[in-house]
């Protein structure tokens, strides 16, 4: 995995783009992510079923991976087990 990498999920709809980030095996609905599409669906793992939402970019706790979500499906993202959340996105200065 290097940045440009486009993931499809395993399980759903799901498709991120690599933004940041190396040599890490990132998961969708507790299964692994790959280049390519599976020619079969696998089984959606209920504790990874909260979904992802198009054009969000999602990050690990320390922000050493970041993937933005071209694509939303069902399944959440996560790395070893760990759930991905939401980049907060940076307030704009005032303009006073």
């Not at 992510?33 to 793992?45: E, F, K, Q």
């Amino acid at each position: 995995m290097k940045p440009g990498t486009k993931l499809k999920s395993a399980v759903c709809d799901t498709e991120v783009m690599v933004i940041k980030g190396t040599n890490i095996a990132v998961d969708c609905g507790g299964k692994p992510m790959s280049d390519t599409a599976p020619a079969a669906r696998a089984d959606l793992d209920a504790a990874f079923a909260e979904g992802t939402k198009m054009g969000k970019r999602y990050v690990n706790a320390d922000s050493t991976v970041e993937l933005l979500c071209v694509k939303a499906g069902k399944g959440s993202l996560s790395i070893g087990g760990t759930p991905l959340q939401i980049k907060d996105s940076k307030p704009l200065p005032s303009s006073d």
